[in-house]
T-cell receptor
Framework: AQKVTQAQTEISVVEKEDVTLDCVYE???????LFWYKQPPSGELVFLIR??????QNEISGRYSWNFQKSTSSFNFTITASQVVDSAVYFC????????????FGSGTRLQVQP | GAGVSQSPSNKVTEKGKDVELRCDPI?????LYWYRQSLGQGLEFLIY????????KSGLPSDRFSAERTGGSVSTLTIQRTQQEDSAVYLC???????????????FGPGTRLTVL
């Protein structure tokens, strides 16, 4: 069975602070994929990043960066110099490489960026 | 191009009535998923369609839930004899599921908020 844990239910920061959202996963698959999605107040899930289990390189995209560590089964997401527009619920998700490949989601972390 | 669309955006119904929720995937995407997002259960998988194959219904919570996908495109999720616990946001997602690719990103629609009174 697959499981994704996002232990941080809610985080509040002041604009321009850096913030890291934690994600820990469990799977027995040898090949799997990890995702982060953003859900702004409008409600739509917006895709941010996909990472496969063979690629442990960290990735940076503008103010966003992701740290994948297979040894600790973690896929953490950092926002540098946060902005009010970053306020949203962020979901980490996991899928296998066979069958339906449905996403198993964590419970989400609500990020509030105060001006 | 156009993203995943869902209709209606909001649906209020009375307990015991049937409802139909519609999903129009991204053109050319062969895989289609339904998920449900509720306060108590978070985001959970309901059903998966891939091309013309039989759907994977393993996530449907009861036999009151059914779904179909016509012509490999539009999908309808039907909930019969709705109960208050069915109140949730129903999300549809599609992905390319190319034969030669083992990586698929699911792109989500805006969801249908269902309220059962």
């Amino acid at each position: 069975a697959q499981k994704v844990t996002q232990a941080q239910t809610e985080i509040s920061v002041v604009e321009k602070e850096d913030v890291t959202l934690d994600c820990v996963y469990e799977t027995r698959d040898t090949t799997y994929y990890l995702f982060w999605y953003k859900q702004p107040p409008s409600g739509e899930l917006v895709f941010l990043i996909r990472r496969n289990s063979f690629d442990e390189q960290n990735e940076i995209s503008g103010r966003y960066s992701w740290n994948f560590q297979k040894s600790t089964s973690s896929f953490n997401f950092t926002i540098t110099a946060s902005q009010v527009v970053d306020s949203a619920v962020y979901f980490c998700a996991l899928s296998g490489d066979t069958g339906r490949r449905a996403l198993t989601f964590g419970s989400g972390t609500r990020l509030q960026v105060q001006p | 191009g156009a993203g995943v669309s869902q209709s209606p955006s909001n649906k209020v119904t009375e307990k015991g009535k049937d409802v139909e929720l519609r999903c129009d995937p991204i053109s050319g995407h062969t895989a289609l998923y339904w998920y449900r997002q509720s306060l108590g259960q978070g985001l959970e998988f309901l059903i998966y369609f891939q091309g013309n194959s039989a759907p994977d219904k393993s996530g449907l919570p009861s036999d009151r839930f059914s779904a179909e996908r016509t012509g490999g495109s539009v999908s309808t999720l039907t909930i019969q004899r709705t109960q208050q616990e069915d109140s949730a946001v129903y999300l549809c997602a599609s992905s390319p599921r190319r034969r030669t690719s083992s990586t698929d990103t699911q792109y989500f629609g805006p969801g249908t908020r269902l309220t059962v009174l």
